[in-house]
């Protein structure tokens, strides 16, 4: 199933109708209200998208620019150029061994990552930083909130494809999901449950040690553990699991303070860490212990979603994309335009 970000639909009224967000919110609430809580918001805005005749899917397969690329997308074809490439990863299947690697390109429209399968991560061998690429039959998933084209024995990745040329690459987006609308920023004081895209900045007053949890080396969900001590995977029944990985760390504004939660890519990214340091600590925990302490009043900036903890009666943040160093010139320009 297509799954298309409330975002999108924002903007593709705009972009068709030329209405404003707060006349489109509108629309939203009253239909809503007609259809007497019956509908999501989600829901109200693409009837309202459908009511003002607005096309918010130009296709959903074929050849796609970047920045139109949704969730459950299949068989789609992108032309970029390859910004960054990383390390291939081995694990381990019921009876053998496999490997996944990645990269990611852009377009004039945005950048995305692009994750190969098995014989197909063989391609990373020949792609540099600068190299065109021409991705074949991909599909598109979601990795907590960013969107992926995937490689498998259906798709291709040609290397350097004739008759193919792209501009510059557009810089992505500080949003969830890298190839959608920038994320609105807000206070920690004004966030709200189920605020989506928001973006948040403050300062890291407390960390907490990373939580390890099994999850299946084949197609990395979440595996458990059983009481005779073998893990099981729904999909793939026993497996010798891999292990995934989240932290917490509190973050103040000086409107008010929040437990923001962050998920294997992103606690990576806050710790600039590879995988095989954070599983150091798993073993070792007591070597977290400085990095605690060197977390302790960094700024970040996160974009990501809020959500209810109904155990603590509060509203914490899940992040989606994290810049554990943000620039004081963008924060200048973001002031200067308020």
């Keep these: 199933m297509i799954k298309i970000p409330i975002e999108t639909v924002f903007t593709k009224i705009k972009e068709q109708k030329g209405i404003s967000d707060a006349e489109i919110e509108e629309k939203i609430k009253a239909k809503m209200a007609q259809l007497s809580g019956l509908v999501s918001r989600e829901g109200a805005a693409h009837i309202v998208a459908n009511e003002l005749g607005v096309k918010v899917i130009a296709k959903t397969s074929g050849r796609i620019k970047i920045n139109e690329i949704l969730s459950g997308m299949r068989d789609i ?3 970029g150029k390859v910004t960054n490439v990383f390390e291939v990863r081995q694990f381990a299947k019921a009876d053998s061994m496999g490997q996944v690697g990645s990269f990611i390109v852009g377009d004039e429209s945005g950048t995305i990552r692009i994750v190969c399968w098995g014989s197909q991560a063989d391609v990373l061998k020949s792609i540099e ?5 021409k991705v074949q039959n991909g599909y598109v998933r979601d990795n907590q909130g960013r969107i992926e084209i995937h490689v498998n024995d259906r798709a291709r990745v040609l290397v350097n494809p004739s008759g193919e040329s792209v ?6 987006a500080f949003a969830a999901g890298g190839n959608r609308e920038p994320a609105k920023r807000k206070l920690i004081a004004d966030l709200k449950e189920d ?6 900045m403050g300062t890291i007053v407390q960390a907490f040690d990373p939580r390890f949890f099994e999850v299946c080396p084949s197609c990395s969900k979440r595996a458990k553990l059983q009481e005779d001590g073998t893990v099981r995977c729904e999909a793939h029944g026993a497996v010798e699991p891999a292990y995934s990985y989240v932290m ?15 998920f294997k890519n992103q606690a990576e990214r806050l710790l600039k860490k590879a995988p095989e340091a954070m599983l150091l600590y798993k073993n070792e925990p007591m070597l977290f212990e400085d990095v605690k302490t060197d977390l302790l009043g960094n700024q970040i900036r996160v974009v990501g979603r809020a959500q209810k903890n109904a155990m603590f009666d509060r509203v914490e943040f899940v992040a989606q994309l994290v810049d554990p160093e943000p620039s004081p010139a963008d924060e200048l320009k973001k002031l200067g335009g308020q």
């Design 195 to 200: 605020d989506t895209n928001v973006e948040i």
């Design 77 to 79: 074809e992108v032309v």
């Design 129 to 133: 930083q600068g190299t065109i690429v």
């Design 248 to 262: 917490n760390v509190m973050v103040d504004d000086g409107s008010d303070a929040a437990r923001v939660v962050f």
């Design 167 to 172: 501009g510059e690459v557009a810089r992505p």
